[in-house]
């Protein structure tokens, strides 16, 4: 009886042992699967089941692959929306077209007196995922996690881009070339 029990448990362990092993293979297909998609410039399934997450059933979602991120624009509510996905499959943070009466009033009274002259150009609003330390990569420049707008200002073939903070401060960015 000892025999037949023992058998029964070798047996077992060896039948857990196989899945184990076909489970583990299995895994490491789809691991190898996905880094083929990023190698060639696809769009993660994973950033895509991170975006309807967050974001519920959205129909009209239109993905790419950016330089750093995964990148869905969108509509929600409304307004059209580009939605940003690191190498994890986490939301980065949103961007939205806006309006220059959009920005801190502060802010328009600081642009219209110290660019006298420019044109002013279209107006962005990011908005950042706090759940996320990734940093943002806007106009080919990285900065620091915040909520922003950003400003084009444009004179003759110059155009610069300026960073708004919610309290209204304004800095430049950076340069757009033409």
Same mark, same amino acid.
């Given at each position: 009886m000892k025999t037949f029990i023992t058998s029964a448990i070798i047996a077992a362990l060896a039948i857990t042992g196989a899945q !184990?092993?076909?489970? !583990?293979k299995e895994i490491r297909k789809e691991n190898k699967a996905e880094k083929h998609a990023? !190698?060639?410039n696809d769009v993660s399934s994973r950033s895509k089941d991170s *975006? &309807? !997450?967050d974001f519920g059933q =959205?129909? /009209?979602a239109v993905w790419s692959r950016g330089p750093q991120f /995964?990148? =869905?624009?969108f509509t929600k509510d409304g307004q059209k929306l580009t939605a *940003? &996905? /690191?190498g994890h499959f986490m939301l980065v943070g949103t961007t939205a077209d806006k309006k220059f009466a959009d920005i801190p009033a502060k802010a328009q009274q600081d642009i219209e007196k110290h660019f006298k002259g420019y044109a002013i150009g279209g107006v962005l609003e990011y908005k950042d995922n706090e759940n996320n330390d990734t940093n943002?990569?806007?106009y080919g420049t990285q900065?620091?996690?915040a909520d922003h707008y950003f400003v084009t200002v444009s004179k003759g073939k110059e155009a610069d881009v300026l960073m708004v903070k919610a309290d209204g401060q304004v800095s430049f960015f950076s340069t757009l070339r033409k």
């Open positions: !184990a092993q076909t489970l !583990a990023e !190698a060639r *975006f &309807y !997450a =959205v129909n /009209d /995964d990148e =869905v624009t *940003f &996905y /690191d943002m990569l806007l900065f620091e996690d």
